[in-house]
């Protein structure tokens, strides 16, 4: 489900006074949360890739180059394993 839809799943229930969904504070408490860890995510994956290739280990650039299309990071993937 993507994040527009919950947001308007969340104000459709917060006009209607539906107690039982979260309120749209804390709705973008989570989101906020939810985009630092993907930053976060895909910071690391780079930062492991690109170690990888520095060590020359094949293993784990196979590994992590797997990783960017599952983060949709797939030209980044792309450019970083053809550098």
């Known amino acids: 489900m ?3 839809m919950l947001r ?3 104000l459709d229930a917060s006009l ?3 107690n039982e969904m979260p309120d749209t504070c804390s709705l973008e ?3 906020v949360k939810l985009h630092e ?3 976060n995510l895909k910071s690391i994956v780079m930062t492991r890739f690109d170690k990888a290739v520095a060590h020359k280990d094949a293993a784990s650039v196979e590994r992590f180059f ?3 299309p599952l983060i949709k990071q797939h030209k980044q993937g792309l ?3 053809s550098d």
């Open 2 to 4: 993507d994040e527009s």
């Open 8 to 10: 308007k799943t969340a």
């Open 16 to 18: 209607t006074g539906n």
């Open 29 to 31: 408490q989570s989101f």
């Open 37 to 39: 860890a993907e930053q």
């Open 66 to 68: 797997k990783i960017f």
């Open 79 to 81: 450019n970083r394993f």
